[in-house]
């Protein structure tokens, strides 16, 4: 393709809105254009971007035996209130009315209805396993939508749903998803993980995030160096660092603490380790009755240790709070501690509250807590002597760096990651609620289980650009650069030799299948590369009057420090060896 032919719209300075270097770049490249709050024209430059992605995924979809369909963005909303999401997804789910007052939604993914479609279709066990897949445009009505296409409210996804005669078969439905999506991603050239996650509000038992790795990412990825284990912060498992508890060799001892309320500034007081102090969090949790109105009220205490955080996933999968918790109210604080925040701890309670200790505090002696009194906390506590032991010892807290590996392989390291793809096991949430079943081989019904699996088409661009990029702009990997090789001839204007040279390269490239772009807009040199190199054309050819006299040519990939000269008559093997063609 020819510049004249094409459109290009380089800006020399970002949108004042836009906060992320993908977004600043995407915005300077001419790749997006925003229309609205989280809602991008996808220009020709960021499509070429996209339509590369989804012949990856599709490629290697169709590969894993997945059938592609296409199911429609707006979908009523009497399926969604068979499974009940359409009560309890919130404010994010778009919901619309037609012109007959009849309820909709705008769609965010599509298990209800490729779930209505599996309970038409596929009747008995013979037509099983079977995967559906489509590419589609989603809609999630983000409170704040920010970061360009990393967290906009319209935005394009690839999700298959697959549909398995029983638990195992389902098992192998989802290894074939997850190897697909290894290759996806390896093809694509981006550094990712595959880390064990939560399934969240979409429910299910096994799940994996596809993380890229970026120093930007908002997830944090917890890894061990010396082994496979990885997983997302909110699921790794963080173990008790003290392997057993120590005798007691302290007197407890109530101790003055003015205006020290932080275990921080405790620790710091008394010139102990923070390791040595224990944080105490208070949580409610409120039975209804018949009528909708709070019946009764729980209030936990939940013990970390100072230097450690509480992991709410954690806590939300805990007998007793996995229906749901939050935070407690400062009148019910005093009600059951008699103080208010900040010096709070598990001794001299006014009212009984649950006790759950992280599994690294149950083995701590010698602890400083909170003493339930403005300005005074305890030192020296120890379970048993001091205080009963907890009424439930579980994992509740963060991992951080240097935490021993739960493999037993290695300890911890942290980095930062940003999701783009996600495969769960949903079993028969979907299926069950909306009676999707099949004939088994004695011709008894059963329930399908499911699994479904998503890639972020369009967030991948921002992703590939947060990992890939430098103070000149974006890095493409050759896979989902808009444009692989670009053609810079210099005054190809005022030089035939220029000209005929370039366009013969460009039609020698094309011939051999290569993407590439021919810069005919007679730009000055500083100009054009400088466009280049901010779109982030993986591989640049320069020609000029100059060179050719010499029989030569510059070439510089866009990671190279710097261009090195070749022989015009090497030029396209050189580019073949770099392309792998």
Known sequence: MKASQFFISTLKEAPADAEVVSHKLMMRAGMIKRLGAGIYNYMPMGLRVIRKVETIIREEMNRAGAVELLMPVVQPAELWQETGRFDKMGPELLRVKDRHDR???????????????????????????????????KFRDERRPRFGVMRGREFTMKDAYSFDRDVESAGRSYEN??????????????????????????????????????????????????????????LAEAVALLAARAVPAQAQAKTPTPGKSTCEDVAALLGLPLAQTVKSLVLATDELNEAGDVAKTQVWLLLVRGDHELNEVKAGKLEGLKAGFRFATVAEIEEHFGCKPGYLGPIGLKKPVKIVADRTVAQMADFVCGANEADFHYTGVNWGRDLPEPDLVADIRNVVAGDPSPDGKGVLAIQRGIEVGHVFYLGTKYSAAMNAVFLDETGKPKPMEMGCYGIGVTRILGAAIEQNHDDRGIIWPDAIAPFTVVICPIGMDRSDEVKAAATQLHEELQALGVDVLLDDRGERPGAMFADWELVGVPHRVVLSDRGLKEGQVEYQGRRDAEASKLALADVVAHLKGKLKL
Do not use: W
């Open 177 to 234: 998803m997850y190897a697909a999506y290894c290759k996806i991603f390896d093809r694509l050239g981006l550094e990712y993980r595959a880390v064990a996650a939560d399934t969240g509000a979409i429910g299910g038992d096994r799940s994996h995030e596809f993380q890229v790795i970026a120093d930007t990412g908002e997830d944090a990825i917890v890894y061990c160096p010396t082994s496979d284990f990885a997983a997302n912060i909110e």
């Open 103 to 137: 309820d909709f939604i705008i769609q965010p993914t599509s298990e209800e209805v490729v779930t209505d479609i599996a309970r038409q279709e596929l009747r008995s066990y013979k037509q099983l396993p079977k995967n559906f897949y489509h590419i589609q445009t």
